[in-house]
């Protein structure tokens, strides 16, 4: 990182910004260029979760290539006098996979509910619980950036 003073990288900035944070960049290796895609998502006992259909380009590109990259940001505001970004963010690489134990697909959609104050049944019914795919990112690495307001 070229800017060694805005480098972060202590676990409690990971943790509280993963939990803040309300969207996603999700990006899998396709087929000549990558496949970045916004999505909800929650950090659940040290691994990112999301929540999809069981059908689709996501679902094809992890299949293919598990290796994804993701991004959350925060911006503070932006100081136009200054002509930059105040925000907080990590980027990271993690290895994609699809949830088929009962017991973790139940935690993961019902950490996403909470997380989202969403009015979902829970636990999730069975027809919805086997009519949604729910995808674990196991973290390889991360790195976190900030640029605070002076």
Do not use: W
Request: charged residues 25%.
């Amino acid at each position: 990182m070229r800017r060694k003073d805005r480098e972060l990288n202590d676990p409690s900035f990971f943790s509280n910004l993963l939990q803040r944070a309300e969207v996603m960049s999700l990006a899998f290796q396709a087929e000549g260029f990558p496949y970045v895609i916004p999505v909800n998502f929650v950090l659940l006992n040290g691994a990112l979760y999301v929540h999809c259909a069981k059908e689709g380009r996501k679902l094809d590109c992890l299949l293919n290539s598990p290796g994804t990259g993701f991004c959350v940001h925060e911006v503070l505001e932006i100081d136009r006098e200054k002509a930059t970004t105040r925000y907080r963010s990590i980027c990271g690489e993690g290895t994609a996979s699809l949830v088929d134990d009962r017991e973790e697909k139940q935690a993961a959609l019902a950490a996403l509910a909470h997380k989202y104050q969403s009015r979902c049944t829970l636990p999730v019914p069975d027809g919805m619980l086997n009519a949604t795919a729910v995808i674990r990112i196991d973290i390889v690495s991360m790195c976190g950036k900030q640029n605070l307001p002076e």
